[in-house]
């Protein structure tokens, strides 16, 4: 039975990250104290700096050796269960459409575990279960995060070629893409060749964007320097700590603040449409929860592992797909009202999960 001191101790490491996203929002819509520029400047600072930081201290810090591998497999058979039913639905229904598989996908699979994940869950279950958020945080930056990017990028080329090349779509099979283009979904001009193949092209966008994002490298450094690190018992020097962790140690409260900042430069919190946002909302809060416990019963799953997995897939959606499908315009309004009305909800409706999973 949760006890009322479990709840405090959860609510103490959680109310502080809704005063920093509180706090920004009042300074835009309530204070005026920053401008649009100047907020995109903060967000700026912490897209580059502050989160894959963050990223990186976690990351580096967890050891890969005592990864809990069934705990894993459930994350990944979770996503491969509504990837799967997802792409049953976009190819053999009437009403499935790739634009919908990704933000199902999203919606359903990708929280916001780093931010949000890893202190709620430390104070619900222990500090063990802030290192299984850590492992999460891995495969969502190297893996998931680039599986979404394909999606999108797959999406785009099939979108140009259409686009460009209505009458003989079908029979292209080359493309040459300049040096310079980043990605398919901008509509640059593309020369075709007589021979080549799509999905390399795509693969090539893939890999453009991945080395244009912080977090691609914060990820691979710290999984590569906790890799030495565990094995040789290597320390890493104080000067370098302490130059990561001065940054780091601001993340989690900058990238709340960031948050705010976004909910209050939007015109209103439900960007979509009511019926549209409560279908999102039971997505994220119901359908996500409920296949990875079915994914986590089925991999043998039990005790406080299960109620992690479970507390874990009901979190606020993660804002990384937002920017994505922002970027790609593939329903950002959905995505823009998971993440801001997501995050106004998802306290009350993890509290309940806790409740309700510890009776």
């Known amino acids: 039975m949760i006890s009322w001191k479990d709840l405090y101790s959860v609510l103490t490491a959680v109310v502080p990250l809704y005063v920093a996203m509180i706090l920004a929002y009042g300074s835009v819509r309530w204070w005026k104290i920053f401008s649009p520029d100047q907020c995109s400047g903060i967000n700026r600072f912490v897209a580059i700096f502050a989160v894959p930081l963050l990223s990186f201290h976690f990351?580096?810090?967890?050891?890969?050796?005592?990864?809990?591998?069934?705990?894993?497999?459930?994350?990944?058979?979770?996503?491969?269960?509504?990837?799967?039913?997802l792409a049953i639905w976009t190819n053999f229904t009437a009403n499935g459409?790739?634009?919908?598989?990704?933000?199902?996908?999203?919606?359903?699979?990708?929280p916001n575990t780093l931010v949000m994940g890893i202190p709620l869950l430390i104070a619900m279950y222990g500090d063990y279960s802030g290192q299984l958020m850590v492992q999460?945080?891995?495969?969502?930056?190297?893996?998931?995060?680039?599986?979404?990017?394909?999606?999108?990028?797959y999406r785009g080329a099939k979108l140009l070629i259409m686009e460009q090349f209505p009458e003989t779509a079908a029979s292209i099979v080359?493309?040459?893409?300049?040096?310079?283009?980043?990605?398919?979904?901008g509509r640059d001009f593309l020369e075709t060749d007589a021979e080549s193949v799509m999905t390399?092209?795509?693969?090539?966008?893939?890999?453009?964007?991945?080395?244009?994002?912080?977090?691609?490298?914060?990820?691979?450094?710290?999984?590569?320097?906790s890799l030495v690190a565990f094995r040789w018992h290597v320390h890493m020097p104080k000067i370098i700590e302490k130059s990561i962790s001065i940054l780091s140690d601001a993340g989690l409260g900058m990238a709340m603040f960031s948050l705010g900042l976004f909910m209050a430069l939007q015109p209103k919190i439900i960007a979509c449409g009511n019926s549209v946002a409560t279908f999102a909302m039971a997505v994220r809060f119901l359908t996500g929860p409920a296949v990875m416990a079915a994914a986590s019963i089925a991999v043998g799953l039990r005790g406080t592992l299960l109620r992690v997995a479970i507390v874990q897939a009901a979190l606020?959606?993660?804002?990384?797909?937002?920017?994505?499908?922002?970027?790609?315009?593939?329903?950002?309004?959905?995505l823009s009202t998971a993440v801001i009305f997501g995050m106004l909800i998802a306290l009350p409706i993890t509290l309940v999960y806790y409740i309700l999973l510890g009776l």
């Open 136 to 153: 999460v945080v891995v495969l969502q930056c190297i893996i998931w995060y680039t599986l979404l990017l394909f999606l999108f990028e």
């Open 200 to 225: 390399r092209l795509i693969l090539i966008m893939v890999w453009r964007k991945l080395i244009r994002n912080p977090n691609t490298y914060s990820s691979l450094i710290g999984v590569i320097w």
């Open 316 to 334: 606020p959606q993660g804002i990384v797909p937002f920017v994505f499908a922002k970027e790609y315009n593939v329903h950002p309004a959905i």
């Open 174 to 185: 080359s493309f040459k893409v300049d040096s310079d283009v980043v990605s398919l979904d």
């Open 59 to 85: 990351i580096s810090s967890n050891n890969p050796y005592e990864m809990n591998f069934r705990f894993i497999a459930a994350d990944t058979l979770q996503k491969v269960m509504m990837l799967f039913a």
């Open 97 to 110: 459409s790739l634009e919908w598989m990704i933000t199902i996908f999203s919606l359903s699979t990708l």
